[in-house]
């Protein structure tokens, strides 16, 4: 034992026991591996936020609108989001205003031309709307009185009603605009002249007082005065332009030749009808977006069928139509399409004439990449009755969903809903605060919202605002709770507006009422659910400041308790 090595092996490490040994090594990595991969799995657990229904793949948003959970979540019926929410505001667009300073320049400019106020010595004659000079002057009073907005575009002056009056029009955006849009009002100016043939504005009227002015400006025409920005051309060419006269009647077919021509295609059935907007939007995005991949005009119901958690009678409500809630004019303009009822009057004069075949698919499954070799005339997709399998935005899962995309930016919302929205805003002059109060159901469930009530209660809310909005200020309300005196106490610090406030902007002597029932066939149409909860929505987007109920001003989660997303690290 003297001459032996002390580097001697020990049993563990004898020949008969390696296979032991590597066993054990390799359980003890595995276990190691196996807690790395927990706490990797934990950390992204913690701080992982789920991103928009919307937005995920269109299984997912296939989960999401078929769960009929009775869990924490609670379907929402607030507005839908469409194109134009998804449009990048371009300031450099933006960036071209004019000024008091530019009206001064193009009044210098300008005094070298002939220029006559009409005036002669005769202090009470005719005013003339068209001379540079009240033009001049009607601009700088526009410029200096409304302060929190930019102006792009004045429009020439017209006539008013009385002799010293002018109407003027312009386009604009709050100076604070957080959305991709321009504004467009006409409004009415008393202008007087005094004894010695010096002109000033007594006056400017109300939100769209300036009849004379609305016409809207022609193709080619030049407007009274824009200040040359190519930029501001290029980025304004695709955006809405909120107050200009709606032109949303129906395309129709110029002949039988260019009927006989076209290429349809046609979704009929299936089990979207009287589902929420979100539903309705995702699934005909689907069928625009499969009528743009295969080149084709798509034949569109124009009806819609109001769900009931939009309607004052709790039930669903057929006979509504698209133009109520969305821009026809723009998705007529940026895409091919047809009304059904027209387009099956001219299929049945003109089908059998011209020999024009009808391709039937009845399984969601066959992908429009199959169809893209289709010659026939018309494509008909027809849904069954089994639900979810007959819900149209199925054909554009799986393979389809990297190829037809879902066109977006041809969907934007209702212009003479977003004009009454311009006119609230206009009315508060643009320079307000708002404040989204959730009340309703979740206040009184206490189980899944035990705080909900007593954050939003006025003595809660008083305590809450003054440390973020100055008293004294305009603050809008958006709210489901029916009773707004609930409110109340809040006048004593604030100025409060509610929706109701305005209702002149939709009673039977507004103009949305009339441009409606004509669109209704002489019906009239009742200002429902989904109308005053997008327009509620989108003045409460407009305030300068904006606080929510959830995480501003109580800690209950939005879809009940332990559902609030937790916040990334």
Known sequence: MLGRSGFSRTGSFRPEN?????LQMIGNLCF????????VFTIIAATYQPEDPLFHPSTKITTFLTSKSNATFQSDNTVIKT??????????????FINVTDVAKIKEASTDETSSTGCEGDSNGPLDCKDPEVFHLMMKEAIEHFKDIHFYRFGKPAPGAEENTCDMAWRFRPKEGKTAAFYKDYRRF????????????????EYHSGVN?????RKNQKPGFEKASGVQEQGAASLPVVGETVNDSLPVVESENAFRNGKYLVYVGGGDRCKSMNHYLWSFLCALGEAQYLNRTLVMDLTLCLSSIYTSSNQDEEGKDFRFYFDF?????????????QFWQDWNKWQRKNGLNLY??????????KLAEVKDSLIMRKFGSVEPDNYWYRVCEGETESVVQRPWPLVWKSRRLMDIVSAIASRLNWDYDSVHIVRGEKARNRDLWPNLARDTSPDSLISTLQQKIEGGRNVYIATNEPDTSFFDPLKDKYSTHFLDDYKDLWDENSEWYSDTTKLNNGVPVEFDGYMRVSVDTEVFLRGKKQIETFNDLTNDCKDGVNTCKTAAS
């Open 83 to 96: 194109g134009e929410d998804f449009m990048a505001v371009n300031q450099t667009a933006f960036a071209t």
């Open 190 to 205: 008393v202008i007087n002249r005094s004894e010695n043939c010096t002109l000033s504005v007594v006056s400017i009227g």
């Open 360 to 369: 039937l698919v009845e399984d969601f499954k066959v992908t429009p990449m």
């Open 18 to 22: 390696l296979g032991q040994n590597a």
């Open 213 to 217: 002015a609305r016409k809207k400006k």
């Open 32 to 39: 190691t591996m196996f807690v790395i991969g927990v706490l």
């Open 329 to 341: 004019e723009h998705l007529k303009e940026a895409a091919s399409v047809l009304d059904k009822e």
